[in-house]
């Protein structure tokens, strides 16, 4: 099994910048892929970035270069640089992993908030 846990969500101004990361433990050789996913109230959960162990990664078309993955395998950490976030950025932020074996685990999620 592998556990995940997030940070660095908070309050942000729109316009600023917030930088979320995910940790993960327990068997993490078996990780395939971590990534991002959010969910706004009312939305369902919807991809935001994914990031292979081999650094490929995969943006979500609302991206649009405002928001950066990467991973640090070393530390079995993937971060989310957010930038020029606007109001539709808030949500709550959840860690994926990927299973080379065909399952997915969650992290609890971190909550981002965009507001002046």
Not at 7 to 32: E, K, Q, W
Not at 90 to 109: H, L, R
Request: a neutral charge.
């Amino acid at each position: 099994q592998v556990q995940l846990v997030e940070s660095g969500g908070g309050l942000v101004r729109p316009g600023g910048s917030l930088t979320l990361s995910c940790t993960a433990s327990g068997t993490v050789f078996n990780i395939y892929a971590m990534g991002w996913y959010r969910q706004a109230p009312g939305n369902e959960r919807e991809l935001v970035a994914q990031i292979t162990n081999r650094g490929r990664t995969h943006y979500a078309d609302f991206v649009k270069g405002r928001l950066t993955i990467s991973r640090d395998n070393a530390k079995n950490t993937v971060y989310l640089h957010m930038n020029s976030v606007n109001d539709e950025d808030t949500a709550i932020y959840y860690c994926n992993a990927a299973m080379d074996y065909g399952m997915e685990y969650w992290g609890k999620g971190t909550l981002v908030t965009v507001s002046s």
